[in-house]
T-cell receptor, first 115, second 116 residues
Framework: DTAVSQTPKYLVTQMGNDKSIKCEQNLGHDTMYWYKQDSKKFLKIMFSYNNKELIINETVPNRFSPKSPDKAHLNLHINSLELGDSAVYFC??????????????FGNGTRLTVT | AQSVAQPEDQVNVAEGNPLTVKCTYSVSGNPYLFWYVQYPNRGLQFLLKYITGDNLVKGSYGFEAEFNKSQTSFHLKKPSALVSDSALYFCAVRDKLTGGGNKLTFGTGTQLKVEL
């Protein structure tokens, strides 16, 4: 009954490869996010989707491409992986109603290691 | 632009003692303020938020936070710390004037260590 679930939990890959991370939420939320947490635990928003529409797109290399097939899913595809992409990627969701103050619900993260 | 500062990388406290984790913010308008907690190998969990109203906000697990507009602070507090409170704590802010969805800006995190 996990609310926000991400797969895989760990991802180890070589530079230059392409990989995807999947996220699903069963909370009935209509807004989903991708956050990146670096080795110093700093969290930064990457993307946000509301009802499958992109609403936040931070300064992220275009090697990163989010896709939202429906409002319960938000996947992240990364092309041509680089060493600097190594981080923990968190998916999160929230309600749009009262969007500005509704808390985020986070998944447990995907630890990506690029070698 | 909105920003959050957590001046302490780590806070150590003895079990049973009160704890405070500090947070200051900067926004253009009135802020929405949040505290989240992260346990090892887990995602962030929401603790409490300040939107408007009473300056003292109560949240999960006995935590509370005090909003101080003049000092632009939102310190997290707990009257009696538990060893199980040991975790990484994040303060976050959202500027009410910022458009484009729920774009939270997080602080750098404070590691709380509660010892017996």
């Amino acid at each position: 009954d996990t609310a926000v679930s991400q797969t895989p939990k760990y991802l180890v890959t070589q530079m230059g490869n392409d990989k995807s991370i999947k996220c699903e939420q069963n909370l009935g939320h209509d807004t989903m996010y991708w956050y990146k947490q670096d080795s110093k635990k700093f969290l930064k928003i990457m993307f946000s989707y509301n009802n499958k529409e992109l609403i936040i797109n931070e300064t992220v290399p275009n090697r990163f491409s989010p896709k939202s097939p429906d409002k319960a899913h938000l996947n992240l595809h990364i092309n041509s992986l680089e060493l600097g992409d190594s981080a923990v990627y968190f998916c999160a969701s929230s309600t749009q109603t009262g969007a500005y103050n509704s808390p985020l619900h986070f998944g447990n993260g995907t630890r990506l290691t690029v070698t | 632009a909105q920003s959050v500062a957590q001046p302490e990388d780590q806070v150590n406290v003895a079990e049973g003692n009160p704890l405070t984790v500090k947070c200051t913010y900067s926004v253009s308008g009135n802020p929405y303020l949040f505290w989240y907690v992260q346990y090892p190998n887990r995602g962030l969990q929401f603790l409490l938020k300040y939107i408007t109203g009473d300056n003292l906000v109560k949240g999960s697990y006995g935590f509370e936070a005090e909003f101080n507009k003049s000092q632009t602070s939102f310190h997290l507090k707990k009257p009696s710390a538990l060893v199980s409170d040991s975790a990484l704590y994040f303060c976050a802010v959202r500027d009410k004037l910022t458009g484009g969805g729920n774009k939270l800006t997080f602080g750098t995190g404070t590691q709380l260590k509660v010892e017996l």
